[in-house]
């Protein structure tokens, strides 16, 4: 399993899974549990958090998801 980390708003959060997304949607389940502060996007990487790096660039392997889709695919998930 990769290492993805996570980062919106408030939430930086390391996460272990077979693929980003359903990472990235596992971290934004437990920050919304945890009412922490997220943002509109959310980017997931396998090369450490986006905002720790020298002006912030982004690699091509890295992935930027809106807040309101993955909320969805929890909900969604959640619901079945």
Request: glycine share 12%; charged share 20%; aromatic share 8%.
């Given at each position: 399993?990769?290492?993805y980390y996570i980062e919106s708003g408030d939430l930086r959060m390391i996460v272990e899974g077979s693929a980003p997304v359903p990472a990235a949607a596992r971290a934004i389940s437990q920050a919304?549990?945890?009412?922490?502060?997220?943002?509109?996007?959310?980017?997931?990487?396998?090369?450490?958090?986006?905002?720790?790096?020298?002006?912030?660039?982004?690699?091509?392997?890295?992935?930027?998801?809106?807040?309101?889709t993955l909320l969805g695919l929890v909900a969604e998930h959640e619901l079945n």
């Open positions: 399993m990769a290492k919304v549990a945890r009412h922490v502060g997220l943002a509109q996007m959310v980017t997931v990487s396998e090369r450490g958090y986006v905002s720790q790096r020298e002006g912030g660039w982004l690699y091509d392997t890295d992935l930027m998801l809106e807040t309101g």
